[in-house]
């Protein structure tokens, strides 16, 4: 059992903790590049958020003055696509990442030095594409790309050739993490740990990275056809030459639905992981939640064109995409009922987890409702491209998504860190999130039924729209500031918080089993699992809680060694999109430096020695 | 008062001890939040270009469907929420009370939460396709045709059966089925006007479709909701519904302006055109001076390269201007369409409108002023 644990008495190095600046930059444990895919979408976040109040701050009035309309539509663009490329989806690597192979019981991903190359493409992505501000040519045609204004004839300026390439290199990332969490998830399960054993969120991460596998090819695609289009005159998407413009919406939404899952699935699992503990039952209907999230993905793939009803696909592709989408609620439902039917009748435990993971639950339901509401195209027809839709989605995603991302991080806080962060401040934030979010983006409900658009970087006065976009304005800086909360708690925690046991919160999932923060092997031993809550039965079984675990020198234990060679690499792929972006700057003598980079690091990679 | 009746109806329990009270407020606070919610803000009359504000047969018929999904979606929020409310409320416990009973799921409760939202949303499904098939359909007969074009960033008005061309504001006879044909001329736009007609976008090989039929006068406001590039914001438009002798009046004014029409014919001719302006032979006298001046001007500045004054050619790179002169708003449906702001755009559509295509001609302010006075004659 992994509390009482021997210490082995080998001649191998004794695992200590590596420091230093050069032992992040060289990592491959999973659990640093956890932290780091944290660190920086935190980062992303923030920006992402500044990007937000700067927007809220221009609608605040009617023909608003205080941003130019080109920089708006750089601001929209960019808190798009940064919300949801560089910080929801590596918000969810981090506990992918931290908490996949402590879930399984497993010493590491399958593929350690393939993770930190995902880690440092999505970085380098990341900053690429922000680096746009910097030459006043951040991406300006929503983070969408609509074909034919992302074409150069309607877009001359390097902005879209950003926005095209850094989601390119944005893709490696997540396609290579994709096939990493696959692979782990299949293979390095513990002993005893069935596929119908595994906790919910190793479940809904396992069918998160399905759809990344199945998806991200599509954009991929589409990108490159609009990279051809803009860099060396092909006509994908160009009417004149015999393109289709609508064939660029189609592609983008068959990507784009499941990238919503993508978002959210994750999410479900986390909550999923918080109901039980806080609830001190086992999760309900463990096995209609898989098939729940299952169904929820196969769908995800056939309703894309619910995106595009505004399009005019005629009768009956409208009629069968509606039906679909339709359909969709039901599995989503069926969560939602299990998430209550795991509270019912259970010990509800009010923690600041807890608190996040219900305000999720409550604040999901709303963006559901207003989903099955634009899945009838003809309603639709009034609310798409309204701030209606802007309201729906950001229930679901910020309601959805981000509140279960700050549970998760509330609850799995003291496992990464070693610290408990503050129950009073986390409180706090949850209800000045609660309050600047729901302030925020219930009105938009409101004026999107009431007429207004989005994208639209001022409206003119006498429409009816200030007084709801002021008090919009006002939430978001009520929003804003929950944040400035969990830093100052962060910080907090950091000085002076208190020292965190292995298992704070009577945690049912192993990693709850370890020190906190885990030592880098995880495990001294392999543990053999029987069941799905395998710590409340080690608990059950020794008759309370177990005696805290020991820090063991892990002596004997092989780990892979670090590298820096997947930052390398890394840096070789941005070279590469770079020369062509610089083609006709550079010419092919870039294109050469670049690949030499690449396939220079691939190489020292593949025969670097790994004992 | 409210929040504990709120609070009794949701949780069915109305507990009296202290220790709840904290948890009322809680629940007031939400409670408050539906009411909100239910209450929405202000009757839809409020808002100019309301979705709930219908004026057709096309947008009731949608907002029919509305209905039904809204008081669906509220029902269904109030039932799950205050199921929320209720286990929040009911099974908080402490970290030292027993352990709860293990349960792991109920087979028959599940059954039954999957059958009743899939009844619900089958109760929406039937509704929801029949008002498919609605929207699609093409009138028949008499309906006016109506060609719409999306430029970046205005929108062109074709009547294939008068012969005219119009920009950025749209008269329509009450009573009488419109059919509207869509296109663009550049990138991708979407024709959005909630009180009439909902919503369509437009691409340049294919042709979208919408129609409506309006029963009440009026102007109507629409706008662009494709993003459509830089003054995506300013490409809204107009539709003014009149009675079938007003529009007859516009159909004839539109017409005279026409060159082969004498002037003075041509003033007569357009009685809704020219309404307000003074008929006295000084009056007279003084508009044709300037008229003389502005029709230089919107020569030699070049105005003419783009705009037509003449609703019967329909060609030129920006907005035809037959009728400017009485359109209620200009710069693409939504500065309001007075003499100082006229002038204003003539002089500097940069400062007004960053972007478009019309230059700054550095025109003086009296030849902005002559140019304005003489437009607003067509």
Known sequence: ?611 | MLESTVYQLLTGCPRMDQRNARRRSLAGALATFAVALLAGCGPASNYKQSSLDPKSDFTSMIHSLFQVEYYLALAVFVLVEGALLYVILRFRGKAEDPEPEQVHGNTLVEVIWTAIPALILAALAVPTVKTIFRTYEVPKGDALQVEVIGHQWWWEFRYPQYGLVTANELHVPTGRTVSLRMITQDVLHSFWLPQLAAKRDVFQQRTSTLWFRTEKEGLYPGQCTEFCGLQHGRMAFQVMAQSPAGFEQYIAAMKASAPPAAPAASDSAKPTAMAGTTTTTLGATTIVADTTQGAQLFMMKGCIGCHSLNATKPMGVGPNLAGIGTRKYIAAGWLENTDQNLARWIQHPQDVKHGVIMPNLGLTDAEAQTLAAYLRQH
């Open chain 1, 1 to 611: 059992m992994a509390t009482s644990v021997l210490d082995h008495a080998g001649t191998a190095a004794i695992h200590q903790e590596k420091t230093g600046l050069w032992s992040w930059i060289t990592t491959v444990d999973h659990k640093r590049i956890g932290v780091l895919y944290g660190a920086s979408a935190f980062f992303f976040f923030l920006l992402g958020g500044l990007e937000a109040l700067l927007i809220r701050v221009q609608l605040s009035r009617p023909d608003n003055t205080f941003v130019t309309p080109e920089f708006y539509n750089q601001l929209f663009t960019m808190h798009g696509t940064t919300m949801i490329f560089l910080a929801v989806m590596p918000f969810s690597a981090m506990f992918f990442n931290f908490f996949i192979p402590l879930h399984l019981g497993a010493r590491d991903v399958a593929f350690p030095r393939l993770n930190a190359f995902s880690y440092w493409v999505f970085l380098l992505g990341g900053l690429f594409l922000n680096a746009s501000f910097l030459f006043g040519a951040a991406p300006n045609g929503g983070w969408f790309g609509y074909a034919n204004l992302s074409s150069r004839q309607f877009s001359p300026g390097p902005n879209m050739d950003f926005w095209a390439i850094g989601l390119q290199i944005l893709g490696i990332a997540s396609l290579a993490a994709g096939v990493n969490f696959f692979v782990t998830i299949l293979n390095m399960r513990t002993p005893g740990m069935k596929l119908m054993r595994m906790p919910m969120f190793v479940w809904a991460s396992f069918i998160t990275q399905l759809l990344v596998l199945l998806s991200f090819p599509v954009i991929t695609v589409a990108l490159i056809m609009l990279m051809f289009d803009r860099l060396f005159g092909t006509h994908f998407f160009v009417p004149q030459g015999g393109g289709d413009p609508l064939l660029w919406q189609h592609l983008f939404w068959v990507f784009g639905h499941p990238e919503v899952y993508i978002l959210i699935l994750p999410s479900f699992g986390i909550v999923s992981e918080v109901m039980p503990v806080f609830s001190r039952k086992p999760l309900f209907g463990y096995a209609a939640m898989v098939f729940a999230m299952v169904f929820i993905a196969v769908l995800g793939f056939g309703v894309w064109s619910h995106h595009m009803f505004a399009t005019g696909m005629g009768p009956i592709a409208d009629t069968v995409f509606s039906l679909a989408t339709m359909l969709i609620a039901i599995p989503t439902g069926v969560k939602i009922f299990n998430w209550l039917g795991t509270a019912w009748g259970g010990s509800l435990q009010m923690k600041t987890p807890m608190y996040f993971a219900l305000g999720f639950i409550a604040m999901f339901i709303i963006g559901g409702l207003s989903g099955v509401m634009h899945s009838a195209p003809p309603a639709d027809l009034q609310q798409t491209d309204t701030y209606f839709v802007v309201a729906h989605f950001h229930y679901v995603l910020f309601g959805g998504s981000i509140f279960a991302l700050t549970s998760g991080a509330y609850y799995w806080w003291p496992k990464m860190f070693g610290r408990l962060l503050d129950e009073g401040l986390g409180k706090l934030h949850f209800w000045l999130m609660l309050i600047g979010f729901n302030l925020t983006f219930f009105p938009m409900h409101i004026v999107g039924l009431h007429g207004m658009p989005r994208r639209v970087y001022t409206y003119s006065a006498g429409f009816g729209f200030e007084t709801l976009n002021l008090l919009e304005t006002v939430g978001a800086f009520i929003l804003a500031t929950s944040f400035v909360v969990f830093i100052f708690n962060v910080v907090k925690s950091w000085r002076s918080g208190l020292q965190a046991p292995a298992d704070p919160w009577n945690g049912a999932t192993l990693e709850w089993a370890i020190p906190s923060p885990p030592q880098e092997f995880n495990f001294p031993e392999e543990i053999t699992v029987h069941s799905r809550d395998p710590l409340w039965e080690m608990k059950r079984s020794a008759g309370g809680r177990l005696p805290e675990p020991v820090r063991t020198s892990g002596a004997g234990i092989h780990l892979p060694p670090p590298s820096i060679w997947p930052l390398m690499a890394a840096v070789g792929v941005m070279l590469v999109f770079l020369s062509l972006m610089l083609h006709e700057k550079t010419g092919p003598v870039g294109i050469f430096i670049a690949m030499s980079v690449l396939f220079l690091s691939i190489y020292k990679w593949a025969f670097e020695p790994v004992h």
